[in-house]
């Protein structure tokens, strides 16, 4: 088995919002997630979210700023996700057909023996979460 560098990015970065989200508010709640997990920008493999909100400025915005692929997962994806989810929500599932975003898009990502590190977290507007890959 081939190990990956130290410097290879390990964690990704699950984010939601409602349409519109003012970016600064993104930005900040993505930075506290990642600093409460003891991880850097540059720790990342991506940002990922649901493919609903592949568009959305707050998202490409981040993306952009730290230079980082921006990936999204329809909802039947993030749906399998629901068993690993901490935080699964009834009224997110009515929403967008998967309980939950930012927790799931960090896991699917962070593939099938990936796990969250720090799980969904609020703004007022926005989600996020962190996973790491193993």
């Known amino acids: 088995m081939v190990e990956e560098p130290e410097s290879a990015a390990r964690y990704t970065l699950g984010l939601g919002c409602e349409r519109g989200c003012d970016p600064a508010e993104l930005r900040s709640l993505a930075e506290s997630v990642l600093h409460a997990g003891g991880v850097k920008p540059g720790d990342l493999a991506g940002i990922h979210s649901l493919d609903a909100r592949a568009g959305e400025p707050a998202m490409v915005a981040l993306a952009a700023l730290w230079q980082l692929p921006f990936l999204c997962f ?61």
């Open 74 to 134: 329809d909802a039947a994806t993030l749906e399998r996700e629901t068993p690993r989810l901490a935080n699964p929500s009834r009224r997110v599932f009515e929403l967008t057909g998967s309980h939950g975003v930012a927790e799931a898009a960090a896991l699917a990502a962070a593939g099938p023996d990936g796990a969250l590190v720090i799980g969904k977290t609020k703004s007022a507007h926005a989600t996020a979460a962190l996973a790491r890959k193993r």
